[in-house]
């Protein structure tokens, strides 16, 4: 849904027998890539409590019966951005990384365990 302010999933199939693929709307840079390309420098206020009030619709989207998902990966990589039209600068943000974790799977991840919740 958009009004979710999730990533939209359009499809999903398996790769080689072994690979779980999700095909989702094209998306651009993250707030991650942004803060890098702009040296850390952070975001405008305003900016930061509209990605903030939209990743909340989102967080509440997923908390919400029949979804009752957490997510536990959230981070500047994580959430996406989509313009509003080709040629502007607006962007909204979007909560993407459906990783799903059991205890024992987390145990075997790699990458970005600085900002994973405790198992």
Same mark, same amino acid.
């Given at each position: 849904?958009?009004?979710? *302010?999730?990533?939209?999933?359009?499809?999903?199939?398996?790769?080689?027998? %072994?690979?779980?693929?999700?095909?989702?709307?094209?998306?651009?840079?993250?707030? *991650?890539?942004?803060?890098? %390309?702009?040296?850390?420098?952070?975001?405008?206020?305003?900016?930061?409590?509209?990605?903030?009030?939209?990743?909340?619709?989102?967080?509440?989207?997923?908390? %919400?019966?029949?979804?009752?998902?957490?997510?536990?990966?959230?981070?500047?990589?994580?959430?996406?951005? %989509?313009?509003?039209?080709?040629?502007?600068?607006?962007?909204?943000?979007?909560? *993407?990384?459906?990783?799903?974790?059991?205890? !024992?799977?987390? !145990?075997?991840?790699? *990458?970005?365990?600085?900002?994973?919740?405790?198992?």
């Amino acid at each position: 849904r958009a009004e979710s *302010g999730c990533l939209a999933l359009w499809d999903d199939f398996v790769y080689d027998g %072994r690979f779980y693929c999700l095909v989702t709307e094209p998306l651009g840079e993250s707030l *991650g890539d942004i803060l890098r %390309r702009n040296y850390f420098r952070g975001f405008w206020m305003q900016d930061l409590q509209d990605f903030a009030r939209q990743c909340l619709r989102a967080l509440a989207f997923l908390h %919400r019966a029949p979804l009752l998902l957490t997510h536990t990966d959230l981070k500047p990589e994580n959430v996406l951005l %989509r313009c509003r039209a080709p040629l502007q600068e607006t962007f909204f943000p979007r909560v *993407g990384d459906w990783t799903v974790r059991t205890k !024992e799977f987390a !145990e075997e991840l790699q *990458g970005a365990g600085k900002y994973w919740r405790p198992v």
